[in-house]
């Protein structure tokens, strides 16, 4: 008669030994995982500081160039183009009976700044602010849709203090009006794909056609 083998009995208590010490390390660690998870910077303050950084530099441009910039209240090219199609619509009530070789939405857009604010390129420049400021939040939420909160706060933070982007805000040209359409038709996209409604993609849909509208080679990002 074999004498019984208590190898294979140690191995087990070892391995149930490991088991346990590991799920009771795991145990302990979790609340501080979890405590670890609640001290991050909540989104809404990322989204909140992101605005007010972007918003305080383009002010500040839009200050400086007043000052400076004798042609500050004058449009030149197509910002003359547009500024004079705002002003044709406002009187005529319609947008006119000539060919339409521009985007219609950014004078139909300068035009409801020129009713609501006055007439006058300060104005509109003062809108465009809010809007290329809300501008780098919409590339925060399409990065943070795409790529996670690290990158997110990179691209946000970055656009906030883009030069070039801070520079068209104090021009009147489309792309003012152009970017944040894309990015917000982008977003809800991304929401809508996240969690599929009828309301997110007539949203996307309506977003998308304004897009157009504003200038007619975002019909390249239309399905």
């Known amino acids: 008669m074999q004498p019984p083998d208590f190898r294979f009995h140690t191995e087990k208590t070892h391995s149930n030994l490991y088991t346990e010490a590991v799920s009771e390390a795991t145990r302990k660690a979790a609340p501080e995982i979890e405590i670890s998870n609640r001290t991050l910077v909540p989104d809404e303050w990322v989204v909140g500081l992101i605005f007010a950084l ?3 530099v ?3 441009h839009l200050s400086e160039i007043a000052e400076s910039d004798p042609f500050y209240t004058l449009g030149s090219v197509d910002g003359a183009l547009y500024d004079q199609w705002a002003r044709d619509m406002l009187a005529r009530k319609h947008l006119g009976d000539q ?3 521009l985007g219609p939405l950014y004078p139909m857009f300068i035009a ?3 009713g609501i604010l006055g007439e006058g390129l300060g104005a509109l420049k003062a809108v465009q602010a809010v809007l290329g400021s809300l501008t780098c939040v919409l590339v925060w939420g399409v990065t943070r849709s795409a790529f996670g909160r690290g990158a997110a706060a990179v691209a946000g933070f970055g656009m906030a203090f883009y030069g070039m982007h801070i520079f068209y805000g104090g021009t009147v040209m489309i792309l003012n009006l152009q970017a ?3 990015l917000a038709a982008v977003w809800t996209a991304f929401r809508a794909i996240e969690a599929p409604t009828a309301p997110r993609w007539a949203a996307c849909g309506a977003l998308l056609g304004l897009s157009i509208l504003a200038r007619q080679t975002t ?3 239309a399905p």
């Open 54 to 56: 972007a918003f305080t």
């Open 58 to 60: 383009r002010f500040i």
């Open 99 to 101: 060919v339409i070789f």
């Open 112 to 114: 409801g700044v020129y």
């Open 180 to 182: 944040p359409l894309v």
């Open 219 to 221: 019909l390249l990002l």
